[in-house]
C-alpha cells in the first residue's frame, strides 16, 4: 500500500495543550498536505507542504516534512475544543500528482 | 463562491438496486475526484476527472461502480446492483488545477471537498 498512514490512531489532550500527529508514507512524494474532518463528513484542506520544504507554518499549526524518513507531523499549538476533529494527512505520489492517498485518520479530542 | 455540492446527502436504499450520487464542483475547476470513506477508516480513491475523461480509473472497486462527467462540471457515479459492504459517505473533491506527470514546481493541487452522501444499503 502507499498510504499515509498517522499515528497516533486517537489523541485527547486538554485545552490549551498542544497536539502532535505524526504521518508516515511510503513512496516518493511530490507533496504532503494536512485534512481535518468533522463530524465524518467534507474535509478541509490546513497546510500544503512541498517535498523540497522541510517545515511550514499555517497561524497555529505547523507542519514538518523529512523525506528521508518518508514521515511528516503536524503541530496545532494553544488547542481549542474547536479543533476537536479527525487528521489526515494525504500524499500525491511523484509519478502521479493527480492521484492522493489519505491515510486512516489521527482523531483528536481536546477537552475545554 | 459557492463550494462543492453533493446530493443526496442521504441515502438509503435496498440491496440489489442501483444508486446514482452527484457531485457539483466548484465552477472553473478542471479536477474532479471521487473518494469512498467507510465507518472510521481513511479515504479510498475512487476515480478521476481531468475534464471530462477519466484518466485513471485504477480505484472502482468493481465493474459495478461506473463514473461520467459531462460538461467538465457535474459528476455522477452510479452503483449497480448496490451491496452491502458498498455502505459508506461518498465524498467528493474538485480542484482548480491539473497536475501532468511532468509536475512543475509551484503548482497547487489543494482540493476542495463536498460534505458527502451518505449510503446506505439494507
Known amino acids: 500500500s502507499q498510504q499515509g498512514e498517522e499515528d497516533p490512531q486517537a489523541l485527547s489532550i486538554q485545552e490549551g495543550e498542544n497536539a502532535t500527529m505524526n504521518c508516515s508514507y511510503k513512496?516518493?512524494?511530490?507533496?504532503l498536505q494536512w485534512y481535518r474532518q468533522n463530524s465524518g463528513r467534507g474535509l478541509v484542506h490546513l497546510i500544503l507542504i512541498r517535498s523540497n520544504e522541510r517545515e511550514k507554518h499555517s497561524g497555529r499549526l505547523r507542519v514538518t516534512l523529512d523525506t528521508s524518513k518518508k514521515s511528516s507531523s503536524l503541530l496545532i499549538t494553544a488547542s481549542r475544543a474547536a479543533d476537536t476533529a479527525s487528521y489526515f494527512c494525504a500524499t500525491a505520489v511523484r509519478d502521479n500528482f493527480n492521484k492522493f492517498y489519505f491515510g486512516s485518520g489521527t482523531k483528536l479530542n481536546v477537552k475545554p | 463562491g459557492a463550494g462543492v455540492s453533493q446530493s443526496p446527502s442521504n441515502k438509503v436504499t435496498e440491496k440489489g438496486k442501483d444508486v446514482e450520487l452527484r457531485c457539483d464542483p466548484i465552477?472553473?475547476?478542471?479536477?474532479l475526484y471521487w473518494y469512498r470513506q467507510s465507518l472510521g477508516q481513511g479515504l479510498e480513491f475512487l476515480i478521476y476527472f481531468q475534464g471530462n475523461s477519466a484518466p485513471d480509473k485504477s480505484g472502482l472497486p468493481s465493474d459495478r461502480f461506473s463514473a461520467e462527467r459531462t460538461g467538465g462540471s457535474v459528476s455522477t457515479l452510479t452503483i449497480q446492483r448496490t451491496q452491502q459492504e458498498d455502505s459508506a459517505v461518498y465524498l467528493c473533491?474538485?480542484?482548480?488545477?491539473?497536475?501532468?506527470?511532468?509536475?512543475?514546481?509551484?503548482?497547487?493541487?489543494?482540493?476542495?471537498f463536498g460534505p458527502g452522501t451518505r449510503l446506505t444499503v439494507l
Open positions: 465552477s472553473g475547476h478542471t479536477a
Open positions: 473533491a474538485s480542484s482548480l488545477r491539473h497536475i501532468g506527470a511532468s509536475g512543475r514546481a509551484g503548482q497547487y493541487n489543494e482540493q476542495f
Open positions: 513512496t516518493s512524494i511530490n507533496n
